[in-house]
Each structure stands twice: as C-alpha cells, then as structure tokens.
C-alpha cells in the first residue's frame, strides 16, 4: 500500500454540511491546525494530531426553467451570495433524503410561489447542479424570503443570468422548444 492510500485509510472521514474546508484553520475534532496534504490526487485540509481529512462534496441542487401557458420563463433575483442581487432560474440545495425532482419542486414553490409540474430532464452541470423542464399555470410569482423579486420573462427578454450553468439550461430548453430561439 502506497504511503497516500495508508494516510487516507488511518485518518477518520467525515461528510461536513458546513463552509468549505479550505477555509477552516482548525480541526473540527481536536482543535488542532490543520495542514494541507496531497491525498487522492489533491490537496485535502488534514489534521496532522488525530488524522482528520476534510473530504471536500459538493452540495446537490436542482431547479427548473419554468415556462406558464404563454411561454414566459420564471426568473429570481437573488437576495443572497453567491451573486446576491442577480438573476437566475429558481432553484436550490437539496435537503436530506430529497430527490432532485422534489428540490426543484420544493424551491420553486419556496423560492416564487408557483407551483410547477416537472416535464423533463435537461441535464445535469457542474458541481451537481440538475436541471428540469417545467411548466406552471398562469399564476402571478410572489419573491420567497431568499429572493429579492420573482417574475416571467419572455424568451427574448430575459435579463443575463448569473450562472453559467442557468444559462446552459436554458438554453438547451430554448433549443428543445423552438430550435431557431436564442437569448437575447
């Protein structure tokens, strides 16, 4: 066994829900400072008293472009960072036991007040990021306590969306409905 997989088996592994670990100094279980160290193929924050590794996961989401009857496209600004005060696709982190479809259900709802059915996939993006086609009834959106304001759009008026992969959703959904449709 080579040196990199022994300290990874000896040290305790751990799945944090809290801020990434390369911004902690300390370990969370003896308070000693952490290092960094090269396991798996990168750098990890480790502990060098009790073997602690912070196994950096990124958290799961999913949201929707959601289209009403006459073929607008939800929209949120953001109330909080990242890019608080932007535009994006509602949508948000998964809470435990949740499926994707449940999340992008749930933060919708939670995020504008629309309720949505899901239609289909659209893919899945960097850092776990899933993306539904949806549609809504007509119904007016109302801005949730984590979004500044909620509103629809229409394709070509949509306002920049601060993601990359918000925009890669959409556009493949603008692609899938009407193939000569671009933003803008």
Aim: a negative charge; proline letters at 9%.
């Amino acid at each position: 066994m080579d040196a990199e997989a022994a300290g990874r088996d000896a040290a305790p592994s751990v799945l944090w829900r809290m801020p990434p670990g390369r911004d902690w100094l300390h370990c969370p279980l003896c308070g000693t400072g952490l290092s960094e160290r090269h396991l798996d193929g990168g750098p990890r924050r480790a502990c060098p008293a009790c073997g602690f590794v912070y196994w950096e996961h990124p958290w799961p989401a999913a949201g929707a472009v959601v289209a009403d009857p006459a073929g607008r496209v939800l929209c949120v600004r953001r109330r909080f960072d990242p890019q608080a005060g932007n535009w994006c696709l509602p949508g948000g982190l998964a809470d435990p036991g949740e499926s994707a479809q449940q999340t992008a259900c749930r933060e919708v709802r939670e995020e504008t007040g629309v309720v949505i059915e899901l239609e289909d996939l659209l893919g899945v993006f960097a850092s776990y990021i899933v993306a539904f086609a949806a549609r809504a009834e007509a119904q007016e959106p109302v801005a949730g306590h984590d979004v500044l304001a909620a509103a629809w759009f229409e394709p070509r008026s949509l306002p920049e969306l601060c993601f990359p992969s918000h925009r890669e959703a959409l556009a493949l959904w603008l692609a899938r409905r009407r193939p000569d449709a671009s933003v803008g």
